[in-house]
């Protein structure tokens, strides 16, 4: 006998993959801008051989004229398997030249956009 095909129903669906929750120290409330700043500073302080890394490549790349971020960040990741977030690169410049005030002219950087918590009353 055949089965009724109009009375067929397909089986439940699977149930979704569960998504772990965001840890406490990513939380941020909505509005709140991330503090790039500080998650590299955290980065440094966990990767120091990463982060050196980094900058013996910056001081490398200085002699040729100039010196991209994202190129240090690609071959860092590279060199160490890391994950590195593009997002604290703009970081990773203040950083470099904090330390080598000489990279100022030679790191490529582009002028930020200012955000509402940043933005400072007349």
């Not at 590299?40 to 100039?66: C, K, N, P, Q």
């Not at 240090?72 to 080598?100: G, Q, V």
């Amino acid at each position: 006998m055949q089965p009724d095909l109009l009375q067929w129903r397909p089986p439940a669906p699977v149930a979704a993959p569960t998504v772990e929750p965001t840890p406490d120290k990513f939380r941020r409330a909505p509005g709140d801008p991330r503090d790039y700043r500080a998650e590299w500073d955290a980065f440094v302080a966990a990767h120091s051989s990463i982060a050196t890394y980094i900058e013996e490549l910056a001081l490398a790349m200085a002699g040729r004229g100039r010196v991209e971020v994202n190129a240090l960040f690609t071959m860092a990741r590279a060199r160490y398997l890391a994950t590195l977030d593009n997002s604290l690169r703009a970081s990773c410049s203040d950083w470099l030249i904090e330390r080598n005030p000489e990279l100022a002219a030679v790191i490529k950087r582009r002028a930020r956009k200012r955000t509402a918590a940043k933005a400072v009353a007349p």
